[in-house]
């Protein structure tokens, strides 16, 4: 039985719902490169903005029993170099079908509109917009992505600058998250993401303060995972457009679980450094042995299954 991975997603064909997610393995080209060479359907950059961020003071990412908490503070190369990297990684990637996915962000309505007109330049497969980040704050103090208005005026703004496809990434730490998603819908978001990190704490207790130089950190990995599903099963249910699914996702059973939630195309982020870069090949690999198990031979069979 030859099963079949490709999904069709905003109108492009990749070859597997495996989404490389952002900020895991910076914006370098040479390394992203190398994940797609290492079976991810879309790799994403890093989220940058209009200019060089140089980020928190280390330490910045712990890695714990259950996931990882970092506070990494958005460092990026700003938005004319990191169109430079896309360029690149483009002409790397030329005869691979692995997709580019650009994460950006800014602070204002303003800089949003003017990092999109930038980076779209660079003509990546999607955009991404990060306004669930707790540095991406909108005029009022709060990610945008905490209000269904803000995410509506902003997501409005930036599709009247780009014809690339864009998906905008949203938290769950929000009181509902379905209207917000449906706000970003309504302004003609063509996809959203689904989780960023949750904001969380570890505190050494030998020294009796955080240990992440922050403080308060994102967390990410196994213990986001029902958060995660939660939220796309919730979405899947209101929405149209199509939902990445991210949070926690590490072996090929957790793709499928994603999926079975109503998920189109998955996340791996934290996965790469559990189980190496080559995660996307081993969890590939899991998907196909469960699918020649089960007797399903495309993912369309087993999407909302659990709706
Ligand atoms: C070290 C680190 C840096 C991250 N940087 C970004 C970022 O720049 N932009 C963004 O949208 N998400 C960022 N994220 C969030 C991830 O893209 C992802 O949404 C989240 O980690 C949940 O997926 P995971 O549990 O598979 O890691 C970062 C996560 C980690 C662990």
Known sequence: MKVNLSVSFCGRKLINPLFLTSGILGTEAELLKRVAGLGAGVVTTK??????RKGHENPTVLAWECGIQNAVGLTNPGVEKEVIEIKNLKKLLKNKKTKICASFFGSTIKEFVLVTKKISQAEPDFLEMNISCPNTESELGLPFAFSAADTFKLTKAVKKETKIPV??????QVTDIVAIAKAAEEAGADAVSAINTVPGMIIDIEAGAP?????IGGLSGPAIRPIAVKSIWQLAKSLKIPLIGMGGVTYGRDVIEMIMAGATGV??????YFRGIDVFKKILKEVEVWMEKEKIVNLNQIRGKAL
Not at 167 to 172: E, F, G, P, Q, T
């Open 47 to 52: 989220s940058c903005c209009l200019e060089e």
């Open 267 to 272: 996340g791996i982020g934290s996965a790469t």
């Open 167 to 172: 998906i905008v990434k949203l938290a769950s």
């Open 211 to 215: 240990i992440l130089t922050n403080k």
